[in-house]
């Protein structure tokens, strides 16, 4: 059975209070299952036990529901009574010791009977102990008590690995069988990342055990620091999501929607942790590791499976050299390669200039004059060319690459606008948009101060494009930053409107300037009638809340037509212009000054 106690350290005689304390602490959380068909005895043994301090009850009145509960709830003790209809104890206790991963499981029995006959047969059944009703609170709190301290330890010493405190082979399997029933019963992905360090038995050999078992520490530190400092674990702690399987061997399971792509980065991140080199006594030593990732189901569907095709991957990774990762599906490991060759241009990318702003024209609908534009990311790569930003700009994020590039198109969207506004342009407002991970950061009040202060932007003349889910959580957080980025003079955007999840209340907490309707309300306008009545909906609500209106995606006449005549603000899309370079817009900008007829191509 999967373990769900482990105390910190083993526990002597000479153990102090505080360590006591500490471990009966940790014993509380346990999930405690209480089987029971009178419903007055379930309440007063929880009433019982919760004025102690334990949290986590399971009760189970009708005694048909025992056995599936159990084994979808996973509890670290059973409280179980004998005499009940239909299925009486007896019968959930006999089925329950059938389950290979509950044969340890303690269970106390609950009983009235006082004849001999029952309790011993209760016991060549697998009953661990056994309390007379009515219950007795203090020795029901000591049953409890010493039974799952008793749990705790061996589980301690059955599950997990002595040198590295991680869990073992055995609570490994345990549990990656459990996830992958949770993945077929949800249709998802499991990843299982076998980790092997390169040549550490010879190693081992020249530097001694006692140091080899001091850079197998070092080592699952560092790969758990990575797992931990992650988002891309899914479901489950990051304690949870890895294990010691053997000697210098480690393995790590991701679980959810994106697990493959996010394997191959957290691959790359454990094979750079790896090469720091290892300080013992003053001296320096540097190891490296190979990783082989199988995929569920796409490489297996079951336990032994997935563990084969990791061990086979990793095999072939240290025959590619070692120091790599390899996936065992040949097409999913060409990908990871495109995305780690992405990864490592990328980081590239910002300190070569090879980076490029773009400008989208936005008009006013009345007259046609340009109001100000959006500023898009172009990446100009040195061979492949150019690629789209739907392509790099994830692979940014998850790399925690976003942040200074946002910090960098900010300036330069300030300094180019800056430009313009001196050329005879005082009105023109450029919209940059902000990555949910510079939203979340602290610095991004400042990043903007700098991003104004150094380039002369009047702060007006900047406006801050946000979505709507960024807006999701702390909403007294988030509405202190957006006061504080709008008392700077800034304006806010809330773009993509009406495909996020945020509650049209939200528009009156938040100081929100202007609203863009989002393209996929626009493409099938005015031939589809749901989507006028969609657009005149939010264009009314927002004038009503004293908020301008842009309308993206404008692509032809009878969409502009329809635009103007329900008084939208603000007009972007190819109709006027395709983004453009800076040289180019700037012309766009002379031309617009200029001429009458607006549509410029």
Not at 228 to 238: Q, V
Not at 258 to 264: D, L, M, R, Y
């Amino acid at each position: 059975m999967e373990p769900n106690l482990k105390i910190p350290e083993v526990l002597n005689a000479d153990s102090n209070v505080t360590q006591r304390d500490l471990r009966y602490s940790q014993l509380k959380q346990a999930t405690i299952m209480m089987v029971d068909d009178e419903p007055i005895m379930l309440e007063i043994v929880q009433a019982l036990l919760e004025d102690v301090g334990y949290q986590n009850f399971i009760t189970i009145q009708d005694s048909n529901q025992a056995v599936q509960k159990l084994l979808d709830s996973n509890p670290d003790l059973l409280l179980l009574d004998l005499d009940m209809p239909d299925v009486n104890g007896f019968d959930i206790l006999k089925t329950v010791r059938t389950f290979a991963r509950y044969q340890f499981m303690p269970i106390i029995i609950l009983t009235a009977a006082e004849d001999p006959k029952s309790k011993l047969k209760a016991l060549e059944l697998g009953a661990t102990d056994f309390l007379s009703k009515p219950v007795d609170p203090s020795e029901l709190v000591l049953r409890v008590r010493n039974t799952l301290s008793a749990k705790a330890f061996q589980d301690q010493l059955a599950y997990y690995d002595s040198l590295t405190g991680l869990p073992n082979r055995k609570l490994f399997i345990d549990r990656l069988g459990w996830e992958i029933l949770l993945a077929t019963r949800e249709n998802k992905s499991l990843v299982l990342l076998d980790i092997g360090l390169d040549r550490f038995r010879q190693i081992n050999e020249t530097i001694g055990l006692t140091s080899g078992d001091q850079i197998l520490k070092i080592a699952a530190e560092r790969i758990h620091a990575v797992i931990r400092s992650s988002d891309f674990l899914g479901r489950g702690k990051s304690n949870e999501n890895m294990a010691r399987i053997g000697g210098d061997e480690f393995s790590i399971v991701l679980y959810g929607v994106n697990c493959v792509e996010n394997a191959s980065i957290i691959g790359n991140r454990v094979l750079q942790s790896i090469k720091q080199p290892f300080v013992l006594d003053d001296n320096d030593m540097y190891l490296s590791a190979s990783i082989g990732i199988s995929v569920f189901p796409q490489d297996g569907d079951d336990v032994e499976s997935i563990i084969k095709h990791a061990a086979a991957a990793k095999d072939f990774a240290k025959k590619q050299g070692m120091d790599n990762f390899q996936f065992y599906s040949s097409d999913i490991n060409s990908r990871a390669k495109e995305i780690m060759k992405m990864e490592s241009d990328l980081r590239k990318a910002l300190e070569n200039d090879e980076f490029e702003l773009y400008y989208q024209p936005q008009v006013n609908a009345s007259n046609g004059k340009v109001m100000g534009m959006e500023c898009l990311l172009r990446w100009i790569h040195p061979e492949d060319g150019f690629i789209p930003p739907d392509v790099f700009i994830t692979v940014a994020e998850n790399m925690g690459l976003i942040v200074p590039l946002g910090e960098w198109v900010l300036r330069q969207a300030c300094f180019s606008a800056s430009e313009w506004v001196l050329q005879g342009h005082e009105a023109l407002k450029v919209s940059v948009n902000v990555s949910p991970q510079q939203f979340n950061e602290d610095g991004l009040v400042d990043s903007i101060k700098l991003a104004i202060n150094d380039s002369g932007l009047n702060p007006h003349n900047l406006v801050l494009e946000i979505t709507e889910s960024m807006l999701m959580g702390n909403i007294d957080h988030f509405a202190k930053l957006l006061h504080e980025i709008n008392d700077l003079g800034v304006s806010i955007s809330l773009d993509d409107f009406g495909t996020g999840y945020s509650s049209l209340s939200y528009l009156k907490k938040f100081p929100i300037n202007e609203l863009k309707i989002d393209k996929s309300f626009l493409t099938d306008v005015p031939a589809i009638k749901q989507d006028n009545l969609i657009v005149k909906a939010i264009i009314a609500m927002s004038h009503g809340l004293g908020q301008k209106v842009v309308a993206e995606g404008v692509e032809n006449e009878a969409q502009l037509a329809f635009l103007k005549a329900l008084n939208c603000d603000i007009i972007q899309g190819y109709y006027f212009s395709k983004p453009l370079n800076k040289v180019d817009f700037s012309n766009y900008l002379s031309l617009n000054a200029s001429l009458k007829n607006y549509r410029i191509k």
